[in-house]
């Protein structure tokens, strides 16, 4: 039963570019979170979704960024016409759910990260 | 809305002495707590919970944490720390406004040293 997996482990895009980052949640998980992680700096949460569906996308930057997580395929995290200040670490977690009578409902299981370097 | 606030950003701390990492937070709902741990260039792997029940919890490799209300606190202990438990530590709240969303704190780098 494989974990969350994300990918590219590694992205390096130049300025102007487009980054694509791809995550598939654990098996029988059915809600995913993006979280950035910059040098020296603690998870700053980023969007919630569920399939076909965004919960809460209030830590996401109003320009370039959008995430997605249709019906078939993994959730995608893009950011359009990237500049240096991108460059971080972009982590994808998932959980079972949202039912607050679910016990562990709310517990993340997070995927190994996807580096984003832009030059 | 909630926040977290971990107090510390480093704590350096010798093999076999105990360790406390601190943490405390805000909420206007009830919240969900969470401890967890980041080794380099890895994910997040969670280390305790506190859902509901028991205000000591206990978790994987020796840490517990115990949820004081009145204090709004989630300090994580370990009685007696080994060189592999250096790593980042990230502490997090969890409430359920329609949906749950998880904000974690900036983390507190332990570093133990032989």
């Known amino acids: 039963n494989a974990g969350v997996m994300q990918n590219p482990r590694h992205l390096v895009r130049r300025r102007g570019q487009e980054a694509r980052l791809r995550c598939s949640p654990m098996?029988?998980?059915?809600?995913v979170y993006w979280y950035r992680q910059l040098p020296e700096e603690g998870l700053k949460f980023m969007v919630y979704?569920?399939?076909?569906?965004?919960?809460?996308e209030s830590g996401m930057p109003k320009e370039r960024f959008s995430a997605e997580f249709p019906k078939e395929g993994p959730s995608i995290l893009r950011i359009q016409q990237v500049v240096r200040g991108d460059s971080a670490a972009y982590f994808c977690a998932s959980s079972p759910g949202t039912s607050p009578l679910r016990s562990g409902a709310n517990v993340l299981t997070f995927g190994a990260g996807s580096r984003l370097t832009v030059l | 809305a909630q926040s977290v606030t971990q107090l510390d950003s480093q704590v350096p701390v010798f093999e076999e002495a105990p360790v406390e990492l601190r943490c405390n937070y805000s909420?206007?709902?009830?919240?969900?707590l969470f401890w967890y741990v980041q080794y380099p260039n890895q994910g997040l792997q969670l280390l305790l919970k506190y859902l509901s029940g028991s205000t000591l919890v206990k978790g994987i490799n020796g840490f517990e944490a115990e949820f004081n209300k009145s204090q709004t606190s989630f300090h994580l202990r370990k009685p007696s720390v080994h060189i592999s438990d250096t790593a980042e530590y990230f502490c997090a709240v969890s409430a359920f406004t329609g949906g749950f969303k998880t904000i974690f704190g900036a983390g507190t780098r332990l570093f133990v040293k032989a």
């Open positions: 979704l569920q399939k076909e569906n965004i919960i809460d």
């Open positions: 098996k029988g998980h059915s809600h």
């Open positions: 909420s206007s709902v009830s919240v969900y």
